[in-house]
């Protein structure tokens, strides 16, 4: 299965991929988030990086039933496409880099997918709290924290990895065109 998506991750990597990829990531963030929004809840849990159930239910609390509600449909809608669209974005922008450099880079490639089931795994145990409140789940709350803070560190380590490897790529391409171009 993971051959599979590698190649397929592969196979779409392109320039027009990768930006039309950059664009979606951009308004899911810059006008569909903003759109959910509302000024009751500041602090989402799954923009913290880990919480203890009393921190959780203190926060779920204070939302309030309204927001409570708005939490959920934008977790099971716009949170469901947005780890999507940057797993995809980061997968392609990662085989571009990585392109002609050997068969390792298909669990490189991968790591934005492990984003991705941590932040679905969070989002369920985010849901299940909201919808089960006021009473209290504290071993979900911990699941999901768990889960929060694992998406944090591999969301970091994707960034950082590309960010990297885009900056390595760079002084490549200038190396090759100085040496070029005396």
């Known amino acids: 299965m993971m051959k599979k998506i590698c190649s397929w991750i592969r196979k779409i990597s392109r320039t027009a991929v990768l930006l039309s990829l950059m664009v979606l990531y951009l308004l899911i963030i810059l006008v569909m988030f903003p759109a959910f929004a ?13 919480y203890s159930p ?22 099971l809608t716009l949170d469901v496409i947005y780890p999507l669209t940057y797993s995809l974005l ?27 089931l941590f932040d679905l795994l969070e989002n369920s145990g985010i849901v299940i709290m909201l919808l089960n409140y006021p009473q209290r789940l ?20 994707v960034i950082l990895l590309t960010l990297c490897l885009s900056l390595l790529r760079l002084f490549q ?10």
């Open 38 to 50: 509302t000024e009751a809840y500041v602090s989402p849990l799954d923009l913290l990086f880990h």
């Open 54 to 75: 009393d921190q959780a239910y203190a926060l779920i609390e204070s939302y309030g039933a309204e927001v409570r509600h708005s939490y959920v449909v934008s977790t």
């Open 90 to 116: 980061f997968s392609v922008w990662l085989s571009m880099l990585l392109k002609g450099q050997g068969r390792f880079n298909c669990a490189v490639i991968m790591l934005p997918f492990v984003i991705l």
């Open 138 to 157: 504290d071993i979900i709350a911990q699941l999901t924290s768990m889960a929060t803070s694992i998406k944090w560190i591999f969301a970091v380590a």
């Open 173 to 182: 391409y200038l190396l090759r065109n100085k040496s070029k171009h005396p």
